[in-house]
């Protein structure tokens, strides 16, 4: 019996297609990915938001909620290895709990990560900022709700993990591999 279940135009054979069309998806997929790979220390727990780390801490996630706050930060705790740490305030300090470690070596995961003691480039990021609403409606600029960093490509402007009016979008460019400048300020919408 013939495997192939049907041809497709000048008579190649579906059967034959399959595997060809199988291949193209998958270098694109790849390309996909490898599109924007950081040369900075950072981790990707599998949903490409590109996270700082360092040896000593990035705050990169804070949320305030009515009663209780909560932080995130990643650090390297040696050349091969991310630690995420997640405290009881926004600021990423005082008591903490470690919620995961991942190896940057370990094909056996989906989180990709780098941790080099030997170069510590930055990466330019964004921070997105959604700030309290005030009872008339307007934006309270002093209680901040939520804080989310993360590193983007210096060429692209990704969409917000914060939905809300009272908003604000911080850029932070690096400036000759050495330090950082600010970068542009969006405003409250």
């Known amino acids: 019996s013939d495997p192939c279940i049907g041809t497709l135009s000048k008579g190649l054979r579906l059967c034959m297609a399959i595997p060809v069309i199988?291949?193209?998806?998958?270098?694109?997929?790849?390309?996909?990915?490898?599109?924007?790979?950081?040369?900075?220390?950072?981790?990707?727990?599998?949903?490409?938001v590109k996270h700082r780390t360092s040896r000593s801490g990035q705050c990169v996630i804070s949320k305030r909620l009515e009663d209780r706050a909560m932080s995130m930060e990643h650090i390297c705790i040696d050349e091969n290895t991310v630690e995420s740490r997640v405290f009881d305030s926004d600021e990423c300090n005082g008591s903490y709990q470690v919620i995961n470690t991942f190896h940057c070596d370990s094909n056996t995961t989906f989180v990709q990560c780098r941790c080099s003691f030997k170069d510590d480039k930055r990466c330019p990021t964004v921070?997105?900022?959604?700030?309290?609403?005030?009872?008339?409606?307007?934006?309270?600029?002093?209680?901040?709700?939520?804080?989310?960093?993360?590193?983007?490509?210096a060429t692209d402007i990704p969409p917000s993990f914060v939905d809300d009016n009272c908003f604000e979008r911080r850029s932070e460019r690096i400036h000759n591999n050495f330090g950082t400048e600010p970068g542009d300020v969006v405003p409250i919408w």
């Not at 199988?22 to 490409?48: E, L, T």
């Not at 921070?127 to 490509?153: L, W």
């Open 127 to 153: 921070t997105d900022i959604r700030y309290a609403r005030q009872k008339d409606g307007s934006c309270d600029y002093v209680n901040v709700v939520q804080r989310r960093t993360y590193i983007v490509d």
């Open 22 to 48: 199988r291949f193209v998806v998958a270098i694109h997929a790849i390309a996909c990915i490898m599109a924007f790979s950081p040369q900075c220390n950072y981790v990707d727990m599998g949903f490409h």
